[in-house]
């Protein structure tokens, strides 16, 4: 059964790190784009961040370039989501996504999901 479960989330202050991490099981995912997104109370999910299969390139939301980084660890099967500089409008839950249709921004071209972890930046 393919799963991805992910880990690291909390409560933290603004200005504070997390780092989330995504384990998947069932296969390997060395051929997948590795993607995070994230959704809000009474918001859309929306794109954060993605990697291509082998890391070779990142996509990042305008919200998040320069204090998010996305990396993975394919011997581990492992993505993650460093996250600096936090602020409250990332408050949100956290999902990582996979796929084999190529690195994208859509949401539609991951085909496995984690349940989400819940990160919250208190001011």
């Known amino acids: 059964q393919v799963q991805l479960v992910e880990s690291g989330g909390g409560l933290v202050q603004a200005g504070g790190s997390l780092r989330l991490s995504c384990a998947a099981f069932g296969r390997t995912f060395s051929n997948d784009a590795m993607g995070w997104f994230r959704q809000a109370p009474g918001k859309d999910r929306e794109f954060v961040a993605a990697?291509?299969?082998?890391?070779?390139?990142?996509y990042y939301a305008d919200s998040v370039k320069g204090r998010f980084t996305i990396s993975r660890d394919n011997a581990k099967n492992t993505v993650y989501l460093q996250m600096n500089s936090l602020k409250p409008e990332d408050t949100a839950v956290y999902y990582c996504?996979?796929?084999?249709?190529?690195?994208?921004?859509?949401?539609?071209?991951?085909?496995?999901w984690g349940q989400g972890t819940q990160v919250t930046v208190s001011s």
């Open positions: 990697i291509s299969y082998n890391g070779g390139t990142t």
């Open positions: 996504a996979a796929g084999l249709y190529g690195l994208s921004r859509g949401d539609t071209r991951y085909s496995h």
